[in-house]
């Protein structure tokens, strides 16, 4: 069974303060994508990765694909009460599996 | 707004009745999908439909049929549910199915209690 552990699943820090989110599987995948889920809403996607080591930016978060394709970082730096939110890595198996499969989430609570 | 539009957002049903959730999308894709999201798991798929037609089935229990009339409407009809079939159930779409590094537009989901 393929499986994605995101960590920590919880998280609640003060505005202005950095973070880093882990998501880590067994397997190798073709690609990965970071959504992010506001209360009440359905997530919506922030990046995907493709190659191993890639780091792309989006603002204050930066992610990592990692070097054997099998992990993958969210980092946040001074973050602000508007980062609350589920934030959800998904990795996607290619060729015959064609699955996507997502993690088990981390939960950000940025207090003002 | 995201294009996608699920409706009812809230919805409470005894365990015998039938009710329906319905997802609409605006973007012109071909696949779309339903989602469980239940408290501390992953989102589950259960159903995918690729031009209408369904292409996966994830093992999910015969007390939810899906629906797709055409590419732009998806309906979850429910019977019979279980309490533990409380939760919320999202709606996506996709130009085409599953297909590697294409995004997902998701719904604002369903929040479903099974008394």
């Known amino acids: 069974t393929q499986l994605l552990e995101q960590s920590p699943q919880f998280l609640s820090i003060q505005e202005g303060e950095n973070l880093t989110v882990y998501c880590n599987s067994s397997s190798v995948f073709s690609s990965l994508q970071w959504y992010r889920q506001e209360p009440g809403e359905g997530p919506v996607l922030l990046v995907t990765v493709v190659t191993g080591g890639e780091v792309k930016k989006l603002k204050r978060l930066t992610f990592q694909f990692g070097d054997a394709r099998k992990d993958s970082s969210l980092h946040i730096t001074a973050a602000q009460p508007g980062d609350t939110g589920l934030y959800l890595c998904?990795?996607?198996?290619?060729?015959?599996?064609?699955?996507?499969?997502f993690g088990t989430g981390t939960l950000l609570a940025v207090q003002p | 707004e995201t294009g996608v539009t699920q409706t009812p957002r809230h919805l409470v049903m005894g365990m015998t009745n039938k009710k329906s959730l319905k997802c609409e999308q605006h973007?012109?894709?071909?696949?779309m999908y339903w989602y469980k999201q239940s408290a501390k798991k992953p989102l589950e798929l259960m159903f995918v439909y690729n031009f209408k037609e369904q292409t996966e089935n994830n093992s999910v229990p015969s007390r939810f049929s899906p629906e797709c009339p055409n590419s732009s409407h998806l309906f979850l009809h429910l019977h019979t549910l279980q309490p533990e079939d409380s939760a919320l159930y999202l709606c996506a779409s996709s130009p085409r199915a599953l297909a590697g590094t294409g995004e997902l537009f998701f719904g604002e989901g369903s929040r479903l209690t099974v008394l």
């Open positions: 973007l012109g894709h071909n696949a």
């Open positions: 998904a990795g996607y198996y290619g060729g015959a599996t064609n699955k996507l499969i």
